[in-house]
């Protein structure tokens, strides 16, 4: 079993649609990452949390430390919102990355 | 520089060549991490610096992974007597410290023919 997971692997939503993408990882972890990574490779940070809730704009990522888990939720999807999200625990001292989430956003 | 650089953009080795990978980091990072990302698959991590000291090398796999970063910015990961297993994507990452937000660069996409 990976010490990353993530759900679903792939997602597909209509512009204006509410995404949920979940985390969860069987590790003791000290903090969580979510980061985006568009089709030419880039990769962005979007959170680094290890407790409760943090808000972006359209974007909002919990984490649940007892229950292992963490959602990443986009308000009023748009298509420049499609891309791979990543989750990265932080355990020990390094980061360990989760496979991926590729959403898909249409108009 | 404003972000992560990372050169060349995309490498096609013959089988058995070397390579050499550059990242050129954020200015003040002290953290630098190389990972490498399989297709559709997460980064795994290879190895950090914290500046100039290589403190952690236990993801590379195998001995003809080497990286350096001398003066404690710009880094090089070379692979010797490439293989066609090398090819993937190779990120470089850099960051404040080790356990803070990382700032990635766009990779090189490395091509094992």
């Known amino acids: 079993k990976n010490e990353v997971e993530q759900s679903p692997q792939n997602l597909t939503a209509q512009e204006g649609e509410f995404i949920t993408i979940n985390c969860s990882y069987s590790?003791?972890?000290?903090?969580l990452h979510w980061l985006q990574q568009h089709p030419g490779g880039g990769i962005v940070s979007l959170f680094m949390?290890?407790?409760g809730k943090k808000k972006h704009g359209r974007l909002i990522a919990t984490i649940n430390i007892q229950e292992k888990h963490s959602s990443l939720h986009i308000t009023a999807s748009h298509p420049r919102d499609s891309a791979v999200y990543i989750c990265a625990v932080y355990r020990g001292q390094n980061f360990v990355f989760g496979p991926g989430t590729r959403l898909s956003v249409l108009p | 520089g404003a972000g992560v650089s990372q050169s060349p953009r995309y490498k096609v080795a013959k089988r058995g060549q070397d390579v050499a990978l550059r990242c050129d980091p954020i200015s003040g990072h002290v953290s630098l991490f190389w990972y490498q990302q399989a297709l559709g698959q997460g980064p795994e991590f290879l190895t950090y610096?914290?500046?100039?000291?290589?403190?952690?090398k236990s993801g590379l796999p195998s001995d003809r992974f080497f990286a350096e970063r001398p003066e404690g910015s710009v880094s090089t990961l070379k692979i010797q007597r490439t293989q066609q297993e090398d090819s993937a994507v190779y990120l470089c990452?850099?960051?404040?410290?080790?356990?803070?937000?990382?700032?990635f660069g766009d990779g090189t996409r490395l091509s094992i023919l």
């Open positions: 590790v003791g972890i000290s903090a």
């Open positions: 949390l290890s407790s």
């Open positions: 610096f914290q500046n100039e000291a290589q403190l952690d």
């Open positions: 990452a850099s960051s404040l410290g080790r356990a803070q937000p990382q700032h």
